[in-house]
């Protein structure tokens, strides 16, 4: 399988978790939905349609989970009001009140992450090219358009896949298709977290969950598996 890797960082992150109501929680890492967005966003695909065209695509996500912090803003509610046809002297603006409320969004601090994407012709060549030329349709953000972010391309290699066995694991780990090793998790002291993720969204927002591994600080999982790949020197999973 030809995969395309790269580095996707930015200076702030947001994935707004899709239970999220009043306050504005962030998922630690890009879900695979975001980065099929993402995908669509370098290869000037319509919103949404990335979902569909791209269904079949996988990807794969290394990296540490980054700190954070709750930043609050005002959001308006309504819009203010509008101008007067007619401006007198000294007219100083309208007393009309704004109605506004103060929004907590968690925030992802300079998070940075390597991506592995897999896409079905004729994208994958496409996508390719273009991170290889630093080319995009649309600028590519951190979840939230504001946040801009940057694609370093890293390199177009073969994947193969690797017979069941037991590999430390330099990506997420998605938890159906592997056991972890809990005894070299406990001597080695390796911080593995367990995340539920949206993975797959209709065009009606309806989400499809599922369940990953993830270490703190980057580091490699020990699992048996029979869904593993090697990538150069890397062992990857698809999310």
């Known amino acids: 399988m030809q995969v395309t890797a790269f580095k996707y960082s930015a200076k702030f992150g947001h994935f707004l978790r899709a239970e999220a109501n009043a306050s504005a929680p962030s998922y630690p890492v ?79 601090f300079k998070p940075q992450f390597i991506v592995y994407a897999a896409l079905p012709a004729p994208y994958g060549s496409e996508l390719d090219q273009r991170l290889r030329e630093r080319r995009w349709h649309f600028s590519p953000c951190m979840g939230l358009s504001e946040m801009l972010a940057d694609l370093r391309w890293l390199g177009s290699f073969i994947a193969q896949p690797l017979l069941e066995g037991a590999y430390r694991v330099h990506t997420m780990v998605s938890q159906a298709s592997a056991r972890l090793d809990s005894a070299v998790v406990f001597q080695e002291k390796i911080a593995v977290r367990q995340l539920r993720l949206p993975r797959e969204v209709t065009p009606d927002r309806v989400f499809r969950h599922a369940a990953y591994l993830v270490e703190r600080d980057g580091q490699a999982i020990p699992v048996n598996t029979s869904s593993a790949w090697k990538v150069e020197d890397q062992v990857i999973m698809f999310l």
């Open 30 to 108: 890009p879900p695979r939905t975001a980065l099929l967005g993402l995908a669509g966003a370098v290869l000037g695909l319509e919103k949404d349609s990335a979902q569909v065209k791209l269904a079949e695509a996988q990807f794969a996500l290394a990296g540490k989970i980054p700190a954070t912090h709750w930043h609050t803003a005002k959001f308006r509610k309504d819009p203010p009001a509008a101008l007067p046809w007619i401006v007198k002297a000294g007219q100083k603006g309208t007393t009309t009140p704004e109605k506004a409320t103060l929004i907590a969004q968690e925030w992802l």
